[in-house]
């Protein structure tokens, strides 16, 4: 009787966990490259690294004071235009005990260390799958397909104080929150992202183009 064969330790394996929050039929309509990077799963303790280029950073006066605040909390929204045409790096490592992934999104600047961003993603809430940042703070996020691009749009931000969840309020939140990854193709991908303010506009968007990780 032949042996079956013992998969590979540091080999992906299957997600089916963003698949099943967007439907089957919107997969489907997703770009093969989209589906393959967003259908495999890291063993615990490994992760895969995408490596690239910032092309695009805007933001308006409200978009400056609120990234320059925001660093007291860590800086998890970009914040110097100076990255501009330089080295981004993202690194997705799976988090076994929290059911989710840790991103790390690291810019490189004009001057000084590059800017590192951390998050964790979950796979839990109402809408199935939030963003946290630390000190308590998260977002609800919903999983769309829109022209062959997958989007991850804020829903709503929450605070988490003393076991107690606290949605914020729409008028003091940051703003509605779209994160977008376009298939380029010959395993090339543009993430972008875009905050937008109901009463201060287009407060801050960037884009930045990566290489598949190799395997």
Known sequence: MQARPVPHPDLPLAD???????????????PAAVRRRFGKRVRGGASVAYQGVVTHMHM??????????????????PYDRS????????IVTEDIAGNGQFWIRQY????GFPQMIHSSKRFAGV????????????????????????LFKSDH????????????????????????HHDLGAGRFRFSMQLRHVVFGNVLSQDAEFQDAKE
């Open 60 to 77: 308006n006066w409200s978009g400056w004071a609120l990234t320059q605040v925001t660093r007291l909390i860590g800086a998890p929204l």
């Open 83 to 90: 990255c501009v045409g330089k080295p981004a790096v993202v």
């Open 157 to 180: 931000y929450f605070l988490s104080v003393l076991g107690k969840r606290i949605k914020m309020p729409k008028l003091i939140a940051p703003g509605q929150l779209t994160i977008g």
């Open 16 to 30: 089916h966990r963003f698949s099943d929050l967007l439907g089957q039929e919107s997969w489907m309509k997703l």
């Open 108 to 111: 490189g600047r004009a001057s």
């Open 127 to 150: 809408t199935g799958i939030e963003e946290y940042i630390g000190y308590g703070i998260g977002m609800a996020l919903r999983v769309v397909e829109e022209n062959g691009a997958l």
